[in-house]
Structures are given as C-alpha cells and as structure tokens.
C-alpha cells in the first residue's frame, strides 16, 4: 500500500476521532448536567476510561504478543505525558483563558493520585533494576496495589463530590454518549494500527521518531475530548479527563503484567524509565500548582512549562533509546 493512501486513511481516521470526540465531550456535559453525577465524576471516571482504551490496547499487546516490557510501560507513561501536554497544548491553542485556574471541581485529589500511582511504578522499576522482585507467580506486588489505589482513587474522588437529584432518564441521551465512544475506541484502534504501518513504510519502526509518532497517534481521542470540552466551557470535564485518564494508565499497568510471560513487566523493563516518570512528576506538580494559583489572562503561565516538559521528557527517552 502506497505512503499516500496510508496518510488518506490516517488523516481519516483523525477526523473521525475528533468529530466523535466533539460529540463525546458534548453529550458527557449533557450527562453530567442532567443527571446530577457531575463534571468531574463524568470526566474522571467514563471520559477518562474511554479515551485511553487504544493505550489499553497497545499495552497489553506490546506484553502478551510482543513481550517488549519497554513498550507496555513506555506506552502508558509516554500517554501520561502527552496527557499534561494537553493542558498546555489545548489552551495555547484556543486561548479561552487559564484552563486549570478555572476548573472549579476537586482535581486537587486526582491530580495526587495520579502523582502516586506514577511514583509507585517508578518504585517498581527501581526495584527491578536491584534484583528485588517481590511478588509472586513472576508478578510485582505493586501491579495489583497500583489496580488497588487506582480504586481507592476513585473512591475518594466519589466521596469528595456533591450529586444533585436530578433526572435519572435520557436512555437516548446516553445511547449517544455510548455510540460516540464506540466510534472512538475503534478510531484509536484503527489509527495504532495505521501509525505502525506508516512507521514501517516511512523506516521509522525501529527508531524514536517512529515510537513518538505512535505515541501522540494513541493519544488523539484525549486531545480530541479536552479540546471540545474547552471549545464547549467544560472545563472541569477536559481537566478531569486527564489526570483521571492518567490515573488510568498506571492501573493499567496491572493486566499488562498479568498479560507478560514469565516474568515481571516491571522489573523486566529498563530503568531509562525513571527519569521520564521523573519528568511526568514534576508535570503533574506544575499542574497542581496551575489549579491552585488564580491566573489571569488568555493562557496561563503554566501552559508552555507543560508542554516545555514533553518535549524534555521525550529528550530524555531519545537520549536512552525508550520506546514510548
């Protein structure tokens, strides 16, 4: 198949995920507001769990099929990344004002959760590169205590939320919602697929600019969503959706390792990991500190330092050969 008609399909399927991203985004606001579950409830919880299921996907894969630990764990902190990036690269881009100065809801805690779940796997891999696998049946015991906190998580995050009684109706309203996902669950799919075969026509399979390209391609229904949420004024939806997808990603981690033959994913993956999730950490506290401080303005001061960060983080994965 010729270069050109990957592309043709490539920019296709992009379009489709941000046109039902658009919808997405549209239809959880709806949601949140007629059934009194919230902005960041629907954010955190089905936003996020719909928007990183190519990442589930290309995880797991890169474990059962593929037995590369590197990819597995690289795929979910590389998404991590971008996801931040996201915040930065959204409200630079439609300048409607500080993104995260404005959200309103408790992202506070999401925000930290997503902060430990990424430092508990960088412990994991630490360990790994020590010799110190504790677990059993060839897993860590920090896969299921990431799964764990990843539940606890959500729990807290429920508990802190204010439910109005609303209208507990709209089956068609959420059979959209549904159908909208689907679409882009199967356009992320798609588009993994189609960025290893345009990796591999263009020579990029084996080197960083290829493995990036696939990156940002698994990415694009987490783009598509907060940017739509923001063009629409949910800003707690498009904030929510990230961290509470990044707090996904690290629970991931759990039926990725079940998925590895043999052995632990993480302590079988390298430790060039840890500065990466070093750079993801300290993402997250600019973040933090983002939703804490009152910026005033177009775009707030952390916006480039988010992106800043991406850019040092996938560096930092060039310089030790990642595959994120």
């Keep these: 198949m010729s270069a050109l008609i990957l592309w043709l399909k490539f920019a296709?399927?992009?379009?489709?995920?941000?046109?039902?991203?658009?919808?997405?985004a549209r239809y959880g606001d709806e949601i949140a507001e007629r059934t009194g579950l919230g902005r960041v409830w629907v954010g955190v919880l089905l936003l996020a769990f719909i928007t990183s299921l190519p990442e589930v996907a290309t995880s797991v894969s890169a474990s059962a099929l593929v037995r590369d630990a590197d990819l597995a764990l690289g795929t979910l902190v590389g998404s991590n990344l971008f996801n931040l990036a996201i915040l930065g690269i959204v409200e630079l881009a439609l300048r409607r004002g500080p993104l995260l100065?404005?959200?309103?809801?408790?992202?506070?805690?999401s925000a930290l959760f997503s902060l430990l779940l990424v430092g508990l796997a960088a412990v994991g891999v630490f360990l790994g590169t020590k010799g110190m696998e504790f677990g059993a049946g060839g897993m860590s015991f920090i896969s299921p205590l990431l799964f764990v906190l990843y539940i606890l998580g959500l729990k807290r995050i429920h508990s802190l939320q204010e439910f109005a009684a609303r209208d507990k109706g709209g089956g068609f309203l959420w059979l959209k919602f549904v159908l909208s996902g689907i679409a882009i669950v199967a356009g992320g799919v798609w588009l993994s697929h189609l960025g290893e075969e345009i990796a591999s026509a263009m020579r990029w399979r084996e080197n960083f600019v290829g493995?990036?390209?696939?990156a940002l391609a698994s990415s694009l229904p987490e783009l598509a969503v907060t940017g739509a949420a923001v063009r629409i004024g949910a800003f707690d939806i498009a904030v929510a959706n990230v961290f509470g997808s990044n707090m996904f990603n690290m629970a991931v981690i759990f039926p990725a390792d079940l998925a590895y033959p043999g052995s632990?994913?993480?302590?079988?993956?390298s430790r060039a990991h840890l500065?990466?999730?070093?750079?993801?950490?300290?993402a997250t506290?600019?973040?933090?500190?983002?939703?804490?401080?009152?910026?005033?303005?177009k775009v707030g001061w952390y916006a480039p330092l988010l992106?800043?960060?991406f850019v040092a983080g996938n560096y930092l994965a060039f310089l030790s050969g990642l595959r994120i």
Aim: charged share 10%; proline share 2%.
């Design 101 to 109: 100065s404005s959200a309103r809801g408790g992202h506070e805690t």
């Design 285 to 297: 506290f600019i973040a933090i500190a983002g939703l804490r401080a009152k910026a005033k303005g």
């Design 12 to 24: 296709l399927c992009a379009f489709i995920i941000f046109l039902f991203g658009s919808k997405l």
């Design 264 to 269: 632990s994913l993480l302590a079988k993956a």
């Design 275 to 282: 500065p990466v999730a070093g750079v993801v950490m300290f």
């Design 307 to 309: 992106v800043g960060l």
């Design 211 to 214: 493995n990036l390209f696939l």
